[in-house]
């Protein structure tokens, strides 16, 4: 069965640093989407993605904040200069025109 | 803005007892889904709920949608401890040009015990 596949699964980096993540949908769908879950919280939006663009944003997705589809299978998020509430596991999904998100596994990030 | 609430936020209950989770919206939405998260895992979908009336059953879990009262439910039939996880509902519009931006509640973290 198709899935959502991200990398890496877990990542340790400290303050101020630079993290990409990364994604690799299921391939036949259209919409990507970035959302976190803070440890023991609900599970919150970050951004969604189509055509090619940011489709969609919450307040969260700031400056620090950006997305690419650098080539037609990876889907990223880049955390500029990480804070320590950053700290969360991020989850990417994608989903087809019946609007259905499947999730991937999700990567934990921890900001020391 | 849309907003998801979700009650209990801890239930627990012993094999082979039933119970509900309920889950209330504050907007319309297009539909309500319910996913399950087991600890440190992602979020596997159990039921997309597209319209009133709408019933979905899957084994012992069976989930509801009431959009005139705002509310769907997850009904739990006799419980096993494999069913113990967090189970979480969500909203949201499916949007041409971006999708579906969902809400999730807080989550019911579920512990059945033997």
């Known amino acids: 069965e198709p899935e959502v596949t991200q990398t890496p699964s877990h990542q340790v980096t400290q303050m101020g640093q630079e993290v990409i993540l990364r994604c690799v949908p299921i391939?036949?769908?259209?919409?990507f989407y970035w959302y976190r879950q803070i440890l023991g919280q609900k599970v919150e939006f970050l951004v969604s993605?189509?055509?090619?663009?940011?489709?969609?944003k919450s307040e969260i997705f700031d400056d620090q904040f950006s997305v690419e589809r650098p080539d037609g299978s990876n889907f990223t998020l880049k955390i500029r200069s990480t804070k320590l509430e950053d700290s969360a596991m991020y989850f990417c999904?994608?989903?087809?025109?019946?609007?259905?998100?499947?999730f991937g596994e999700g990567s934990r990030l921890t900001v020391l | 803005e849309l907003k998801v609430e979700q009650n209990p936020l801890f239930l627990s209950m012993q094999e082979g007892k039933n119970y509900t989770i309920y889950c209330n919206y504050s907007?319309?939405?297009?539909?309500l889904y319910w996913y399950r998260q087991d600890p440190g895992k992602s979020l596997e979908s159990l039921f997309v709920?597209?319209?009133?009336?709408a019933v979905k059953q899957e084994g012992r879990l069976m989930a509801s949608l009431d959009t005139k009262a705002r509310l769907s439910t997850l009904h739990i039939t006799a419980a096993v401890h494999d069913l113990s996880a967090t189970y979480f509902c969500?909203?949201?519009?499916?949007?041409?040009?971006?999708?579906?931006?969902?809400?999730f509640g807080e989550g019911t973290q579920l512990t059945v015990n033997p």
């Open positions: 969500a909203g949201g519009d499916l949007q041409e040009t971006s999708g579906s931006r969902l809400t």
């Open positions: 391939s036949n769908h259209l919409y």
């Open positions: 907007t319309t939405s297009d539909r």
């Open positions: 993605f189509y055509n090619n663009e940011i489709s969609e």
């Open positions: 709920l597209l319209s009133n009336g």
């Open positions: 999904a994608s989903s087809e025109t019946t609007g259905e998100l499947f």
